[in-house]
């Protein structure tokens, strides 16, 4: 998580840190609870539509001990907060989830002290899932010869029609709102008074590796996938992370990394 704020922060910003910082969309708390963890926010107001995320955060912040971080039910899009009342808003996959972004965008506005920021990240991007389409249709393919090749059963049979399992994955085209390219996320962050604003791209060949052997993975009952098969991929998922991050997210264009990383400023008057 840190590693994501440090493609966008200067060193200078990530050692000052944020007195007071909102979660959007905060899930469980994966990307906030470590920020805090990691000290880069004092207080922490965590944020989700849903009741049963809430809960389930506050257990999480409780169970690591964590003081000074709360979490309330609020849509983006109508925040019941005090004007200028944040350092930072932030959050991780959640702007393609948001109806109405122009709204939200000024909500995020409204809340935050002139000079603070926003940071985004783990936001689809049209053009890099198009191309991931390539390594998973090749795993595809070769997904029967590879658990062949490791000795492995076919995997157990999928969730029955009707299940709850089959209803999530049936909402998933309803909740995924949004895929953008870079300029959709400028153009929304401009809109709503931001300057500067700054989108990056991450994760290219991670991502195509990673899909690669997730769909070759999913032909194989998992408990016989092998060890030696599991170390492969994730030691080289790291290493083709730190490529991307190295030489691939400096040079290449924003628009056909897998993910988008968005921040923005309020400006001062
Ligand atoms: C893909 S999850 C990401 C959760 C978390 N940020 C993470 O990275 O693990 C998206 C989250 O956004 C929340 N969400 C969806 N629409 C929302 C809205 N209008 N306002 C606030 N949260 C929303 C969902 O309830 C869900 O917890």
């Known amino acids: 998580v840190l590693n994501k704020v440090r493609k ?14 909102l979660e959007i969309g905060a899930g469980t ?12 926010i004092d207080e922490l107001v965590c944020t989700d539509i849903s009741p049963g995320m809430v809960d389930v955060l506050n257990q999480h912040a409780a169970q690591l001990g964590l003081s000074n971080v709360s ?34 965008f000024r909500e ?10 926003i940071l985004f990240a783990g936001e689809p991007s049209r053009i890099g899932d198009r191309i991931a389409r390539y390594p998973k249709r090749a795993a595809g393919k070769l ?5 062949r090749a490791v000795r492995a059963s076919p995997p157990p049979a999928h969730a029955p029609a009707g299940s709850a399992e089959e209803h999530d994955h049936s909402l998933e085209a309803f909740v995924d709102i949004h895929a953008f390219v870079p300029s959709d996320l400028e153009k929304i962050a401009e809109g709503a008074g931001f300057d500067p604003v700054s989108v990056r791209g991450e994760e290219l060949l991670a991502n ?8 070759l993975e999913s032909h194989a009952d998992p408990q016989d996938v092998p ?10 998922y790291l290493l083709l992370q730190r490529v991307d991050r190295r030489a691939l997210e400096p040079t290449l264009p924003p628009s056909i990394f897998y993910n988008l ?9």
């Open 227 to 236: 060890m030696l098969w599991r170390k492969y991929a994730f030691h080289g």
């Open 143 to 147: 997904g029967p010869y590879w658990r």
């Open 208 to 215: 195509w590796f990673g899909w690669f052997n997730r769909v």
């Open 29 to 40: 708390g994966y990307f906030g609870l470590n920020l805090k963890l990691a000290g880069l």
């Open 261 to 269: 990383l968005l921040t923005a400023q309020r400006p001062t008057p």
């Open 71 to 104: 979490a309330t039910r609020a849509d983006a899009e109508a925040l019941p907060f005090a004007d200028k009342s944040f350092d930072l808003v932030m959050g991780h996959a959640v702007l393609h989830h948001l109806p109405d972004l122009a709204q939200s």
């Open 8 to 21: 966008l922060f200067s060193p200078e910003l990530m050692s000052s840190g944020f007195p007071r910082a």
């Open 108 to 117: 995020f506005h409204r809340v935050l002290r002139p000079g603070g920021r």
